[in-house]
């Protein structure tokens, strides 16, 4: 766009038309803000606050914002830096020096910026233990950092979104300040900002005026109230908040208050990695240029809710959208909105006319996994069992969906487009090539066994039944039970039996037979091995 301001369009009907479907009074929905120049143009409701009451949601009723959390927290940490109680460079063992020798090195930036390489304690919980659980704290879950000894990657040299950091962060700031979390925040960031609704909110399960219930589809038809068992990813998530508190925020990050230039200059850059690439992503924001406009923004998800928070700095657009139900994506919405407004970017980039792409392809480097399948007429990329939205560019390269950007990568097929022969992924300026593998033979009875994550205190059993293969798992919180289908040689993929299925994951067995790696979009490889 040439530097000069885009020609914003403001078009209530056509915003309304986009949350049609959600303008009901049975169900759960969304509440939604639009902002020009920091002045509120149209804010809205649609659906129930709690199915089981006749309240509507509105912009002001508290809604969970998920990792929109982050850069809050980010942000308070970077305010004890202007007072010289701490530093971006701090390495985690200044403060928790209980912690592993591997978390203990890793440095606040590297925390904050998701380029840590550490396991990620709260897929560690999800997966393993499942969501059956009594309450688990974040201090329950910072107790894996003191016994897990290896990483996923080195720290500093790629990007992987982790939740478990922002624990981390989120203890640093306690030790640092003296004080809670809440009342850093509060004290800090909230009211100082004017967002007297927003507060960090550990539990589900506590009373807190003026606020909507998450609910979750159920596998089989029908809603079901969310509850983690956990405290909501602390810093990296628990935060509730209005679309009018969130409006406000984002006028205040215009000129802000909050905070000096040098802080905000450091969290909205984007770190780049030792290999070049950038991974745009400051520190709790996602910083990005979309279809030549600059962003700033972040999605947040939970179980039955989720948000976006976005801002279009050159087009004087802001927008927060939250939603209480889990098949809506707020982050959609959010992106819908915005090329709504801005008629330059509704036109949309050329795409070529492929029909999906098929194929199973694993990296005999690193041992991804990647399954190319279509879905409603739309290309679907499984990287490591977690399925997402791609799209064709205009050279012919498979990108992720805007809506997942960060969480994969480019893709150029080779051989027949439709039935590539390998691929070729690009990680953040890693390069992986996969090959194609030929389908599973299904033998389950020489994967049959018990197996163990000493690191994570996980035990694992898989069985087979007349139904087929099962995998059983007992963390260190609780239990999780999972289908097992055959994918490829000696490669398979699990899917939980619960009401919910939070992430896919895959399972490469070791040809000797000793022991299996667990992967997914943040635990890469992880190890269990086979026991007697």
Same mark, same amino acid.
């Given at each position: 766009?040439?530097?000069?301001?885009?020609?914003?369009?403001?078009?209530?009907?056509? !915003?309304?038309?986009? $949350?049609?479907? &959600?303008d009901q009074d049975r169900l759960p929905g969304v509440a939604v803000g639009v902002a020009l120049d920091g002045k509120p143009v149209w804010r809205a409701g649609f659906g129930l606050a709690h199915m089981e009451l006749p309240v509507s949601l509105s912009p002001t009723i508290r809604m969970r914002i998920g990792s929109v959390s982050k850069h809050f927290t980010a942000l308070a940490y970077m305010l004890l830096c202007e007072e010289g109680r701490a530093s971006v460079d701090d390495p985690v063992g200044y403060y928790l020096p209980e912690l592993h020798p591997i978390a203990r090195r890793i440095t606040a930036r590297q925390l904050m910026a998701h380029i840590n390489g550490l396991r990620d304690v709260c897929a !560690?919980?999800?997966? $393993?233990?499942? &969501?059956?659980?009594?309450?688990?704290?974040?201090?329950?879950?910072?107790?894996?950092?003191r016994t897990i000894e290896d990483v996923t990657a080195a720290p500093?040299?790629?990007?992987?979104?982790?939740?478990?950091?922002?624990?981390?962060?989120?203890?640093?700031?306690?030790?640092i300040s003296g004080q809670p979390l809440e009342e850093v925040l509060r004290r800090r960031i909230f009211e100082p900002a004017g967002m007297k609704d927003t507060l960090l909110r550990r539990w589900d399960t506590d009373f807190v005026p003026n606020s909507a219930t998450p609910h979750m589809t159920r596998r089989g038809g029908g809603w079901m109230l969310a509850n983690y068992g956990m405290d909501n990813f602390s810093g990296g998530g628990a935060i509730v908040s209005t679309v009018d508190d969130m409006l406000r925020w984002l006028a205040h990050m215009e000129a802000p208050t909050v905070g000096r230039a040098a802080t905000w200059a450091a969290m909205q850059t984007p770190h780049v990695l030792p290999n070049g690439a950038s991974t745009e992503y400051g520190f709790g924001l996602c910083v990005t240029r979309y279809r030549g406009i600059d962003l700033v923004y972040h999605s947040g998800g939970g179980i039955g809710c989720n948000a976006a928070m976005m801002k279009a700095p050159g087009a004087g657009l802001d927008i927060a959208i939250m939603a209480n139900r889990d098949d809506v994506s707020a982050t959609q919405l959010a992106f819908d909105v915005l090329c709504t407004c801005l008629p330059e970017l509704g036109a949309g980039l050329p795409r070529q006319a492929h029909p999906p792409a098929i194929g199973t392809f694993c990296s005999p480097a690193t041992g991804r996994v990647i399954q190319l399948m279509g879905k409603d007429g739309r290309q679907i990329v499984s990287i490591d069992g977690n399925d997402l939205p791609f799209e064709w560019d205009e050279d012919g390269?498979?990108?992720?969906?805007?809506?997942?950007?960060?969480?994969?990568?480019?893709?150029?097929l080779l051989g027949n487009p439709e039935r590539p022969e390998s691929l070729r992924l690009d990680d953040f300026g890693h390069l992986d090539d996969l090959v194609s593998m030929r389908p599973g033979d299904a033998d389950a009875g020489s994967i049959a066994g018990r197996y163990r994550s000493e690191a994570t205190d996980t035990d694992a059993v898989v069985t087979v039944t007349g139904a087929g293969a099962r995998l059983s798992t007992v963390g260190r919180f609780g239990a999780a039970e999972f289908t097992m289908e055959c994918i490829g040689p000696r490669v398979w993929r699990p899917s939980t039996t619960g009401p919910w299925q939070r992430y896919g994951s895959v399972l490469t067995f070791d040809a000797d037979g000793a022991?299996?790696?667990?992967?997914?979009?943040?635990?890469?490889?992880?190890p269990f091995r086979r026991r007697a």
């Open positions: 766009m040439g530097g000069r301001k885009p020609v914003v369009r403001f078009d209530e009907k056509a !915003i309304a038309r986009l $949350f049609a479907a &959600l !560690i919980k999800l997966d $393993f233990s499942g &969501l059956d659980t009594g309450r688990v704290t974040s201090g329950d879950l910072m107790s894996l950092y500093g040299t790629i990007w992987i979104y982790n939740n478990g950091g922002y624990f981390i962060l989120s203890e640093m700031i306690e030790r390269v498979l990108r992720p969906a805007v809506t997942v950007r960060h969480f994969g990568g480019a893709l150029t022991g299996f790696r667990f992967s997914n979009w943040s635990l890469r490889g992880l």
